[in-house]
């Protein structure tokens, strides 16, 4: 009897640990935020070098459709005062064209060539913004946005 009994614990125990096991998922697929940055790998200053190509990653995510994300930046002029505009583009993409391909997650990779013309102590700053939907034509939209910088050494 009391073989049975401590086989019957033994066995629910295994169940138990089991079920409980299968129920916890790991959904870790690298996006922990509306924007992610990656690359460069810190969001206050990556000093850079003059005439390198620095690569950039980003991600995007949201619980909604994304409608475009785009990446703008602006080289600051040293010692000037500067309210800052962003008036050239890294990449803009537009992803609700296709409605029947609707996603919630883009991944932008490419890479920023820091001019040589740039004097050290330079800064190269970037503003990231992602505007995301219910629907392509809704109205209710949501804007997400992320800066980082380069100095130039």
Not at 14 to 33: Q, R, T
Not at 88 to 107: A, C, E, W
Request: hydrophobic letters at 40%; glycine letters at 2%; a positive charge.
């Amino acid at each position: 009897m009391r073989k049975i009994f401590l086989s019957a614990v033994v066995a629910l125990s295994v169940l138990a640990l089991f079920m409980v096991h299968s129920c916890s998922k790991s959904i870790d697929d690298g996006f922990k935020e509306p924007i992610t940055i990656i690359k460069p790998d810190s969001l206050t200053v990556t000093y850079v070098t003059k005439g390198t190509v620095q690569p950039i990653n980003i991600q995007f995510t949201t619980d909604r459709p994304i409608i475009w994300a785009k990446c703008m930046y602006e080289i600051d002029t040293p010692g000037v005062t500067a309210s800052y505009t962003y008036p050239d583009t890294l990449f803009f993409r537009v992803l609700d064209s296709l409605p029947s391909q609707l996603n919630n997650k883009y991944t932008y990779t490419g890479s920023y060539t820091v001019p040589d013309s740039v004097p050290s102590l330079t800064s190269i700053r970037f503003d990231v913004k992602m505007k995301a939907a219910l629907n392509p034509s809704s109205v209710d939209t949501v804007y997400y946005e992320k800066q980082f910088k380069m100095v130039v050494r």
